[in-house]
C-alpha cells in the first residue's frame, strides 16, 4: 500500500469526494467542475477514472455496485474505505503542516527578466497584473455566491487563501512596476 504522501492531488480530491458520499467518477467529476475545483487541480475524466482505478488497487476505495441508465455505459460507484480516510487525513496533514517549494516557473521569469528590454518586461508584468486582477473578481464572486447560498467557510477556505495571494501578488507586482518605471530597479546593460 503506498503512503499518504504519495497521493496525487486528484486523488486527495476523489477521495475528499468519497468521504462526503459514495459516487461514481463520472459524479465525481461533475462536482469538482461545479465547485471550480479544476482551479486546485487539474481533473480530466479519464484521469479521474485512472485514479479512482489505482485508489482502488491500493484498498483506499471500493465498488459498490454498477448501475445503468438507458443507453449509457455503466457506472460503477464507488465509497472510502477506512484506509482511505485514514490516507486522506494523513496526506492533508501533510500538505498544510508542511510547507515545500513547489518550483513555480513565475519566479524564475522575474529572475530571468533582465535578459528582456525593460519595456517589454514592464508590458508583460501589466498584462500579468490584469490578469491576476479580473481573477480576483471572479473570486470576489465566488465568495459571494457561497456567502448567499450559505456554504460554511470552513468548505471554502481554499478560495479566502487564493483571493490573498492574488492580492498580494498583484500589489508586488504594480510596486515592481513602478521601481521599474521610475529606475528605482536600473536596466542598464551591466552584467554581473
Known amino acids: 500500500m503506498p503512503e499518504p504522501r504519495t497521493l496525487t492531488p486528484l486523488a486527495v480530491a476523489a477521495l475528499a469526494l468519497l468521504a462526503e458520499r459514495p459516487s461514481h467518477p463520472y459524479e465525481m467529476y461533475q462536482t469538482l467542475m461545479q ?21 482502488e ?24 474505505t477506512d484506509a482511505g480516510t485514514r490516507a486522506l487525513g494523513e496526506r492533508i496533514t501533510d500538505i498544510i503542516g508542511t510547507p515545500i517549494n ?10 530571468e527578466a533582465h535578459n ?30 457561497l456567502t448567499e447560498r450559505g456554504v460554511p467557510a470552513k468548505y471554502w477556505l481554499d478560495v479566502r487563501y487564493q483571493r490573498a495571494l492574488a ?26
Open 116 to 145: 528582456l528590454p525593460i519595456e517589454t518586461v514592464i508590458a508583460l508584468l501589466r498584462k500579468r497584473v490584469s490578469l491576476i486582477r479580473a481573477d480576483t473578481t471572479v473570486l470576489d464572486d465566488a465568495v459571494t455566491q
Open 57 to 80: 488497487a491500493h484498498g483506499f476505495v471500493r465498488a459498490t455496485g454498477t448501475e445503468r441508465e438507458g443507453n449509457r455505459p455503466e457506472r460503477t460507484t464507488y465509497e472510502i
Open 167 to 192: 492580492a498580494a501578488d498583484a500589489a508586488l507586482l504594480e510596486s515592481l512596476i513602478a521601481d521599474l518605471e521610475t529606475g528605482v530597479v536600473s536596466w542598464s546593460e551591466d552584467k554581473h
Open 102 to 111: 513547489e518550483y513555480p516557473e513565475f519566479p524564475l521569469g522575474l529572475g
Open 35 to 55: 465547485r471550480s475545483e479544476d482551479r486546485l487541480v487539474k481533473v480530466r475524466p479519464g484521469s479521474l477514472y485512472h485514479t479512482v482505478d489505482r485508489l
